[in-house]
């Protein structure tokens, strides 16, 4: 029997034990549900214009420290085979997920988001308020 309880924040051993097969055996893979997703399944997913052009693709998520809310997704857009890729946040709200396309939808036009804020990998701005407040407003959501 496992002495630190610590670790398992109450559950038992055989409750834990049970937790590697999703309940009611309905086939989904341990990191994704019905309502959720790991963030590793969302990177790499493609974006799309409203009018099926693939502009992108999901690199990573900002998630908020304290809140565990997804802040942006920074959508890698551009360039050619890694050459001038520039890195778009984009408000996790500005993106539908479309089943069909089985990607992301978001309702900006290709000029406006050649023109928002961005950057290059090597230069990372500073995720702070100041820079959340324009990415957001930019987009039209408040931050």
Do not use: C
């Not at 493609?46 to 690199?59: L, R």
């Not at 908020?64 to 890698?76: E, I, T």
């Not at 988001?113 to 987009?139: C, H």
């Amino acid at each position: 029997m496992n002495q630190d309880t610590s670790l398992n924040s109450g559950f038992s051993e055989n409750e834990l034990a049970g937790k590697s097969e999703p309940a009611g055996g309905s086939g989904l893979e341990r990191d994704e549900t019905t309502n959720l997703i790991s963030s590793a399944k969302v990177e790499g997913t493609a974006v799309y214009a409203t009018d099926g052009e693939k502009i992108g693709h999901i690199d990573h998520l900002m998630i908020g420290k304290r809140s565990g809310r997804v802040q942006y997704a920074v959508m890698s857009f551009g360039g050619f085979l890694g050459v001038g890729e520039r890195f778009h946040p984009l408000p996790w709200d500005a993106l539908d997920y479309d089943t069909g396309r089985e990607g992301y939808v978001v309702s900006i036009a290709r000029d406006r988001l050649q023109d928002a804020p961005s950057y290059e990998e090597n230069a990372r701005p500073a995720f702070d308020r100041q820079y959340g407040e324009a990415v957001f407003n930019y987009y039209g959501f408040t931050y």
